[in-house]
């Protein structure tokens, strides 16, 4: 018994396979062409002597700006991949 329903299960998936390769052949797969956003995130990490939170950015945020804070592969926090439009 057990081994007639293996057979069955056989014949099935050589039907089915079959179906299935008719079927791609009359219906081709729709292809989209997709444009992908990828953003890497540089993290880097400056100590900084101000009075309040908002001088320390600024004085890091010039800095940055004046080239002293060059953030490379070795700063690299991560990657995220978005559909663009």
């Known amino acids: 018994m057990a081994y007639q329903n293996l057979l069955d299960l056989k014949k099935d998936e050589i039907i089915l396979a079959g179906i299935l390769t008719r079927a791609e052949a009359a ?3 729709t292809i989209w062409e997709y444009r992908v956003v990828i953003v890497e995130h ?3 990490t400056v100590p900084v002597v101000a009075a309040s939170w908002a001088e ?4 890091v945020q010039e800095a940055w700006e004046n080239g002293d ?3 490379g592969a070795e700063h ?3 990657v995220t ?3 663009g439009s």
Do not use: E, N, Q, R
Not at 56 to 59: F, I, L
């Open 27 to 29: 219906v081709p797969a």
């Open 42 to 44: 540089l993290k880097k």
């Open 56 to 59: 320390a950015t600024m004085k």
């Open 69 to 71: 804070h060059v953030l």
């Open 76 to 78: 690299f926090a991560g």
């Open 81 to 83: 991949f978005t559909l």
